[in-house]
T-cell receptor
Framework: DAKTTQPNSMESNEEEPVHLPCNHS???????IHWYRQLPSQGPEYVIH???SNVNNRMASLEIAEDRKSSTLILHRATLRDAAVYYC????????????FGAGTTVTVRA | EPEVTQTPSHQVTQMGQEVILRCVPI?????FYWYRQILGQKVEFLVS????????KSEIFDDQFSVERPDGSNFTLKIRSTKLEDSAMYFC??????????????FGAGTRLSVL
């Protein structure tokens, strides 16, 4: 399985942007980049995913490097509710049934 | 918004007892999953299930574990003879489609299993 590397933790102030990096230097040409997060005492929650192009949704933006060896999840204005563990996960088509969670990045948001 | 529901939220059992963890996936979803998270550790995949069959399982999912979709709405995980090391949070998830381009898994809040 292709692996990802994320910082253990990041801190942010409320209403400021948060940039969460993920390195995946061994990514294959067909791997999708998925992001999930896990709020305290809750199950994981889908955030966003992409293949080659940058993606935006109501929760976040995903910027993918041109060589696809890294990506960045951007929370545009962090709120206290965004404090969570964020996981960057590579998924191998066509049918990769499982999500392979690593340790993720623990994001702390200061009021 | 549709959600995955899991019951009970906390299950306490004695070592060696059988437990059944229950999940109601989102109604139009066809693919179902169980994961577990031991306290302080990573979320680990256990099994995926589609069309009344196991699609994939991990090494953790040994003969002590089984899954079933007994009716059109429930999805269960049974642990036949619980061990102390089965103590964990168990998450159920479901997805509408399988193709990676569109596969989004929706998770329940989990069942905390405590084996004494």
């Amino acid at each position: 399985d292709a692996k990802t590397t994320q910082p253990n933790s990041m801190e942010s102030n409320e209403e400021e942007p948060v940039h969460l990096p993920c390195n995946h230097s061994t990514i294959s040409g067909t791997d999708y980049i998925h992001w999930y997060r896990q709020l305290p005492s809750q199950g994981p929650e889908y955030v966003i995913h992409g293949l080659t192009s940058n993606v935006n949704n109501r929760m976040a933006s995903l910027e993918i490097a041109e060589d696809r060896k890294s990506s960045t999840l951007i929370l545009h204005r962090a709120t206290l509710r965004d404090a969570a563990v964020y996981y960057c996960i590579l998924r191998d088509p066509p049918n990769d049934y499982k999500l392979s969670f690593g340790a993720g990045t623990t994001v702390t948001v200061r009021a | 918004e549709p959600e995955v529901t899991q019951t009970p939220s906390h299950q306490v059992t004695q070592m060696g007892q059988e437990v059944i963890l229950r999940c109601v996936p989102i109604s139009n979803h066809l693919y179902f999953y169980w994961y577990r998270q031991i306290l302080g550790q990573k979320v680990e995949f256990l099994v995926s299930f589609y069309n009344n069959e196991i699609s994939e399982k991990s090494e953790i999912f040994d003969d002590q574990f089984s899954v079933e979709r007994p009716d059109g709405s429930n999805f269960t995980l049974k642990i036949r003879s619980t061990k102390l090391e089965d103590s964990a949070m168990y998450f159920c998830a479901s997805s509408e489609v399988l193709q990676i381009a569109k596969n989004i898994q929706y998770f329940g809040a989990g069942t905390r299993l405590s084996v004494l």
